[in-house]
């Protein structure tokens, strides 16, 4: 079929005779010779311009981490306009110790894996009001550059184990960021109900079972929708770095905001499927527009959109949830509410954070005692002014410290902010 399509004939061809026949074309057509040229040159092998329908180009990210990290695999072919940059600065935060990095640019650059075929040329288009780029993808022959394609899934997910790609719905479109787990968060370290807890490492553990024998022996469709619910501040997100840090896949967390859209939707599902055995955290999920909520609802009764994914969901405000989301199988299988931790939680809470350090374990009793309706982020600013009050007098009053607090949060729930005249803080 490659060799018949090659012999099919051409409508227009390029002639330097006639260079303004098109309008736009000479360049075009010079920028593609050039580049072809390029390749040959280096390595004796004629290279062909592939176009891609496919919005998910991985490989330009793994691309510019191989740039980055100088992976002797991508080789530096040509620079493809003179007077703009070869190469490139960024403030690199995932060394040990943050520094600026200098590497090649991948804009400008037509940079090759000639072991395995293919080039990538990230081109600059010159407008009237900036450059633009567009993207050429090169292969010597169509086998090679499907087991390119192919060998691109398999080292994003190995990319992917220790990082976290997020996803957030922005103005000017979905913005995506592959973030470093700088710091594991372990299973023990997660302060929830335990029967819950129990639960939801149990359905994770199966679901990436090597050998899926739970699904299979039972017949039941590999993939799982769970749905965490509550008020703010307790364990959710750490519940879901903990997730990323103990899993053996991927995990991908997506931002919902006002700007999400049918667009957005099919994108992350899209990149999910492609990670798939994968975690997909969708955060603050009530908070999807309403004219994308039918789409999104379809998207999850996919025949295969789900195929490979464990699903969860997190919401502050239960009540707004689309009743549509837990009233259909196969959307959210469970649904968990995340409490305020009872006392024998936020003891476990304070001695995980070893409070007794300031206060003995009577004097963390005694605070466990006293917090009640103090969520976890609110027993970790506790923790954090005993620290503060200790460092400086040698000791940690912890009634005071909780009456203080406490203070604090019934005027925020009563909205009695600056009712005080006397105040020198306001507007006027």
């Not at 999910?272 to 997909?280: I, N």
């Given at each position: 079929m490659e060799?018949?399509?090659?012999?099919?004939t051409v409508i227009y061809e390029y002639d330097e005779q006639t260079d303004g026949t098109i309008k736009g074309y000479a360049a075009y057509a010079r920028l593609v010779d050039g580049i072809s040229g390029a390749l040959f040159a280096r390595y004796g092998v004629e290279y062909e311009l592939y176009a891609s329908d496919d919005p998910n180009s991985e490989y330009w990210k793994l691309l510019e981490n191989d740039v980055k990290s100088g992976n002797p695999e991508v080789?530096?072919?040509?620079?493809?306009?003179?007077?703009?940059?070869?190469?490139?600065?960024?403030?690199?935060?995932?060394?040990?110790?943050?520094?600026?990095?200098?590497?090649?640019?991948?804009r400008n650059n037509?940079?090759?894996?000639?072991?395995?075929?293919?080039?990538?040329?990230?081109?600059?288009?010159?407008?009237?009001?900036?450059?633009?780029?567009?993207?050429?993808?090169?292969?010597?022959?169509?086998?090679?550059?499907?087991?390119?394609?192919?060998?691109?899934?398999?080292?994003?997910?190995?990319?992917?184990?220790?990082?976290?790609?997020?996803?957030?719905?922005?103005?000017?479109?979905?913005?995506?960021?592959?973030?470093?787990?700088?710091?594991s968060v372990g299973r023990e370290e997660v302060v929830l109900d335990a029967a819950i807890k129990k639960e939801i490492y149990r359905s994770l553990d199966?679901?990436?079972?090597?050998?899926?024998?739970?699904?299979?022996?039972?017949?039941?469709?590999?993939?799982?929708?769970?749905?965490?619910?509550?008020?703010?501040?307790?364990?959710?997100?750490?519940?879901?770095?903990?997730?990323?840090g103990s899993v053996p896949g991927p995990v991908v967390y997506w931002q919902i905001t006002e700007y999400t859209s049918s667009?957005?939707?099919?994108?992350?599902?899209?990149?999910?499927?492609?990670?798939?055995?994968?975690?997909?955290?969708?955060?603050?999920?009530?908070?999807?527009?309403?004219?994308?909520?039918?789409?999104?609802?379809?998207t999850l009764d996919g025949a295969t959109s789900k195929e490979g994914i464990f699903l969860i969901g997190t919401t502050n405000y239960p009540d707004k949830i689309d009743p549509g989301l837990m009233n259909r199988a196969g959307r959210f299988d469970r649904a968990y509410e995340i409490r305020m931790p009872d006392e024998a939680l936020r003891l476990e809470y304070l001695r995980l954070r070893r409070f007794q350090v300031f206060a003995g374990e009577e004097g963390t009793a005694l605070a466990a005692r006293l917090t009640e309706h103090f969520s976890l982020t609110q027993l970790g600013e506790l923790y954090v002014s005993a620290a503060l009050e200790w460092h400086e007098n040698g000791t940690a009053g912890v009634e005071a410290l909780v009456r203080s607090m406490r203070g604090e949060l019934d005027k925020g729930r009563k909205q009695e902010w600056m009712k005080d005249d006397k105040s020198s803080i306001g507007f006027y």
């Open positions: 060799t018949e399509w090659k012999k099919q080789e530096h072919v040509a620079r493809i306009f003179d007077r703009l940059e070869e190469r490139t600065f960024a403030y690199d935060d995932d060394k040990e110790q943050p520094d600026y990095n200098i590497h090649l640019s991948i037509v940079l090759a894996y000639p072991a395995l075929g293919v080039a990538l040329a990230r081109v600059p288009v010159f407008q009237e009001h900036g450059i633009n780029f567009q993207d050429y993808v090169f292969a010597a022959s169509d086998s090679q550059l499907q087991a390119f394609l192919g060998n691109v899934r398999t080292r994003q997910r190995e990319q992917n184990i220790n990082k976290v790609t997020v996803f957030t719905d922005m103005r000017n479109g979905m913005s995506r960021e592959d973030e470093p787990i700088t710091r199966q679901f990436f079972d090597a050998d899926r024998s739970f699904y299979l022996t039972y017949d039941i469709p590999y993939k799982r929708g769970v749905l965490l619910y509550g008020h703010p501040g307790n364990g959710k997100t750490t519940l879901v770095k903990s997730i990323a667009e957005s939707v099919g994108e992350v599902f899209e990149a999910a499927s492609r990670l798939a055995p994968m975690v997909l955290v969708i955060e603050d999920i009530d908070s999807m527009p309403q004219e994308v909520r039918s789409f999104f609802l379809n």
